[in-house]
């Protein structure tokens, strides 16, 4: 039976008389809606989120919970540059370089650090631009994303090809034909 909703976060309960069994992720696998994984002790689970969140999977999300036994999400460390800006200034140049390259980036342990993965080119820029990073392991975790205020949207029509080679588009919210 698939999990179709999430059970909270590890780190809104007190976990000491709880048996935790983990599914490790990769920090790029948290934004799944469908997915079958194991868990370290061997359990299959599916999940087909039915309310996904916006920003992924978390660390410590719980996906299932039986009385003292909880299913959660661990995030893997990955190879990381930490970037580190001397003002804002450079906060700007941070976000414009890393958003030009659709890259991911994450909020760091401060208001000016910042996470991308690794990635020479990117740690090659930060080099050639005189800013301060370093490459570390670290945990890239949804919660910290620094994500877009408008969510992505396909749109709501359809086009279709017609025998005379006219463009049809149907749907909702479609201008004059």
Known sequence: MPITKLQGNLKDLNISALQIDYIDLQWYDTRKK???????????????????????LSQGDILQKLENEVIAINILPTETIHIYAANTIEVAKICYEI???????FFGENEFEFKTPFEKPIKDLFDKLAIKNVILNSKLDAS????????HTEP???????????????GENVGNQ
């Open 34 to 56: 469908i997915a079958r994984w194991k868990t370290r002790n061997g359990k299959e689970i599916m999940m087909r989120l039915e309310k996904y969140p916006k920003i992924g």
């Open 99 to 105: 958003g030009n390259r659709h890259a991911a980036l």
């Open 144 to 151: 910290e994303r620094i994500n877009i205020s408008m969510v």
């Open 156 to 170: 709501n029509f359809k086009i279709h090809q017609s025998p005379n080679l006219q463009i049809i588009i149907t």
